[in-house]
């Protein structure tokens, strides 16, 4: 079965960037980035289509940006404008077909 694994997670102060990475062990279709914040409920924040169109919740629109790589079977999320808000575990799962997930990569925004 895909195993998902995601990385770039770090701490950062508010106004601050990173980019996260998603690595898939085989073939994925649309993908999706998702965070969990302490108490709060996994919440899908961003997709990207096999044929590259995007979606993203109000919440990050026009400060985060989903993209792949088909070849590498990669999943990227460049994240902009950080707030402190946006603290949270984020990971990497098809939003029609869940994979098991991953372990997930922390983002930590201080303000």
């Known amino acids: 079965q895909v195993q998902l694994v995601e990385s770039g997670g770090g701490l950062v102060q508010a106004g601050g960037s990173l980019r996260l990475s998603c690595a898939a062990s085989?073939?994925?279709?649309?993908m999706g980035w998702y965070r969990q914040a302490p108490g709060k409920q996994r919440e899908l924040v961003a997709t990207?289509?096999?044929?590259?169109?995007?979606i993203y919740a109000d919440s990050v629109k026009g400060r985060f940006t989903i993209s792949r790589d088909n070849a590498k079977k990669m999943v990227y999320l460049q994240m902009n404008s950080l707030k402190p808000e946006d603290t949270a575990v984020y990971y990497c799962?098809?939003?029609?077909?869940?994979?098991?997930w991953g372990q997930g990569t922390q983002v930590t925004v201080s303000s």
């Open positions: 990207i289509l096999s044929g590259g169109s995007t």
């Open positions: 085989g073939s994925i279709n649309a």
């Open positions: 799962n098809q939003p029609w077909s869940y994979l098991p």
